[in-house]
């Protein structure tokens, strides 16, 4: 039973398309996050909700808007997709503690997004 | 605000060697430290975390850190490690308000 799942893990797409990544996560967690895992590996946070409110909004350009209908889903949609946009997402969800930390968070396998 | 320094990029090993990987940390206030690995092609998995209590932590496969907090260090080791170690290892922090900050990973080789 996956904890964490997105799909698709793979998406190829051309230049100036719009696509989504969908997430969902049966933990019952109240957070949940979007990363970008660049060429180099690195990961970066992108976003994160809170019971379906958005708590942190990096500097991202705004064709990325999140949407999460509810607290255990969060999706992701690009438009007018760029080559610069090609790189792993990752969607986390995790436990906030009273204090407002998080305790551990739990990953997705990944969506490879390659913009051609 | 919180950043995470991982002191090597890469870090070769032979079978049976023991390893550590290296983590610095800046932090204003109390965080909490993770280690995640991430194996080829696949998503990421805890492999310990310190919350509070003993500085010494054990997560899976063998792996083991040590929380220091007068050198904001929190040092990855393993004593022996397999083939399958062979991954991308990544330190994270997480602290009030913040989502987990990860460092830029240390990519462990281990060879026969």
């Known amino acids: 039973d996956t904890a964490v799942s997105q799909t698709p893990k793979y998406l190829v797409t051309q230049m100036g398309n719009d696509k989504s990544i969908k997430c969902e996560q049966n933990?019952?967690?109240?957070?949940m996050y979007w990363y970008k895992q660049d060429s180099k590996k690195f990961l970066k946070i992108m976003f994160s909700?809170?019971?379906?409110?958005?708590?942190i909004n990096e500097t991202v350009p705004n064709r990325f808007s999140p949407k999460s209908p509810d607290k255990a889903h969060l999706n992701l949609h690009i438009n007018s997709l760029e080559l610069g946009d090609s790189a792993v997402y990752f969607c986390?969800?995790?436990?906030?503690?009273?204090?407002?930390?998080?305790?551990?968070?739990?990953f997705g396998q990944g969506t490879r997004l390659t913009v051609v | 605000a919180q950043s995470v320094t991982q002191l090597d990029s890469q870090v070769p090993v032979f079978e049976e060697a023991p390893v550590e990987l290296r983590c610095n940390y800046s932090?204003?206030?109390?965080?909490?430290l993770f280690w995640y690995v991430q194996y080829p092609n696949q998503g990421l998995q805890l492999l310990l975390k310190?919350?509070?209590?003993?500085?010494l932590v054990k997560g899976i496969n063998g792996f083991e850190a040590e929380f220091n907090k007068s050198q904001t260090s929190f040092h990855l080791r393993k004593p022996s490690v397999h083939i399958s170690d062979t991954a991308e290892y990544f330190c994270?922090?997480?602290?009030?308000?913040?989502?987990?900050?990860f460092g830029k990973g240390t990519t462990l080789s281990v060879s026969s």
């Open positions: 986390a969800s995790s436990l906030i503690i009273p204090g407002g930390a998080d305790t551990e968070a739990f």
């Open positions: 933990l019952g967690h109240d957070t």
């Open positions: 909700y809170n019971n379906k409110e958005l708590i």
């Open positions: 932090s204003s206030v109390s965080v909490y």
């Open positions: 310190y919350l509070s209590g003993s500085t």
């Open positions: 994270a922090v997480s602290g009030y308000g913040t989502a987990l900050i």
